[in-house]
């Protein structure tokens, strides 16, 4: 032991014990997005929000991209990207399709699109492993009506 500036420091001080490792997310976001219960997606966000980075499935994907091909409510939408706003930018496994690409495919609402858009606007121009971007998603899988047969 040693004296110093005025203090008795102990010179085998040891370092002060790590912080525990915070709780791996879980897949409970997923089954209820999964299900579509979005009332407890959106309370489960908010509770949870680790759970949102949660990816799973053969795939790898998130509660967000699963969410995009169940048409949520943008509230639902909105709540998971609240709990983790990176998952707007992580491609599935497959194609390296973002939630954007799958939005946009299955033609989710304009208020979804947006909110999809709004944290990171550069997805809407990113590529699919086939080259395709949203708008190219959004011009393929829309509903097709008589003058499409002109085109």
């Not at 005025?6 to 997310?25: L, R, S």
Request: net charge negative; glycine share 4%; proline share 12%.
């Amino acid at each position: 032991m040693s004296w110093y500036d005025g203090f008795f420091v102990n010179k085998k001080e040891k370092t002060p014990p790590a912080p525990p490792e915070p709780d791996p997310p879980s897949g409970d976001l997923w089954d209820l997005v999964l299900d579509m219960n979005w009332q407890r997606v959106i309370e489960h966000a908010k509770e949870h929000p680790r759970d949102a980075e949660w990816q799973g499935g053969h795939w790898h994907e998130t509660p967000l991209y699963l969410a995009c091909q169940h048409s949520p409510p943008v509230e639902a939408i909105q709540a998971i990207i609240r709990a983790y706003p990176d998952a707007v930018m992580i491609p599935s496994r497959a194609n390296h399709d973002l939630p954007l690409h799958i939005a946009c495919r299955y033609q989710l609402a304009e208020e979804v699109l947006e909110e999809l858009v709004r944290s990171f606007p550069a997805t809407t121009v990113k590529q699919t492993r086939w080259g395709r971007t949203p708008v190219m998603a959004l011009w393929e899988f829309r509903p097709k009506g008589p003058l499409d047969e002109t085109f």
